[in-house]
T-cell receptor
Framework: SAVISQKPSRDICQRGTSLTIQCQVD?????MFWYRQQPGQSLTLIAT?????????ESGFVIDKFPISRPNLTFSTLTVSNMSPEDSSIYLC???????????FGPGTRLTVL | KQEVTQIPAALSVPEGENLVLNCSFT??????LQWFRQDPGKGLTSLLL?????REQTSGRLNASLDKSSGRSTLYIAASQPGDSATYLC????????????FGGGTRVLVKP
């Protein structure tokens, strides 16, 4: 199994600012994903982080709002830009070592926007 | 578009009773189905992964079945304990989606001592 860490674990931010969340995996993985879990809701996929190329975004999510980087096979960042209270959520990264394998999740970053 | 539904949304049982959690999905073209556990304010813990070619998977007190043709999976937890109290999430990895997961809404379980 993969061990995933996220930084920060939680943050409280002001409206209009940006926050970058880091995701580090202890082994090289094929796929990395970013999810959002709004209060009381299930998980929604934001994007697939592609190594060496632009991320692939799901419907309703755009690069200007959620820029993603993946410089190598073990690390990715998600930035939540120009934040509003509606962005208050838990943001989770997940990884899959190989296609069809178990997907593992990081501990999440709990973001509160005032 | 794949849709995943979990019923019931919440469940309360006395300790020792068996738990039955249901998950249904609309598109049977899947790679796999995964069950997760989420404790309040925490990330997700993977419980079981069932590949599309499999009918069931077992781990300790947990057993998950998959009926792809009818679009259903069931998670059984035998002899429930208060420590089993959590939200259980079902997620489907779609072939057309490159293994991206589509999640159900979850079942919140409370096991009373």
């Amino acid at each position: 199994s993969a061990v995933i860490s996220q930084k920060p674990s939680r943050d409280i931010c002001q409206r209009g600012t940006s926050l970058t969340i880091q995701c580090q995996v202890d082994s090289q993985v094929t796929m990395m994903f970013w999810y959002r879990q709004q209060p009381g809701q299930s998980l929604t996929l934001i994007a697939t982080a592609n190594q060496g190329s632009e991320a692939t975004y799901e419907s309703g999510f755009v690069i200007d709002k959620f820029p993603i980087s993946r410089p190598n096979l073990t690390f990715s960042t998600l930035t939540v830009s120009n934040m509003s209270p509606e962005d208050s959520s838990i943001y989770l990264c997940s990884v899959v070592a190989e296609l069809r394998d178990t997907q593992y999740f990081g501990p999440g970053t709990r973001l509160t926007v005032l | 578009k794949q849709e995943v539904t979990q019923i019931p949304a919440a469940l309360s049982v006395p300790e020792g009773e068996n738990l039955v959690l249901n998950c249904s999905f609309t598109d049977s073209a899947i790679y796999n189905l995964q069950w997760f556990r989420q404790d309040p304010g925490k990330g997700l813990t993977s419980l079981l992964l069932i590949q599309s070619s499999q009918r069931e998977q077992t781990s300790g007190r947990l057993n998950a079945s998959l009926d792809k043709s009818s679009g259903r999976s069931t998670l059984y937890i035998a002899a429930s304990q208060p420590g089993d109290s959590a939200t259980y999430l079902c997620a489907v990895g779609g072939k057309a989606a490159g293994n991206k997961l589509t999640f159900g809404g979850g079942t919140r379980v409370l096991v009373k001592p």
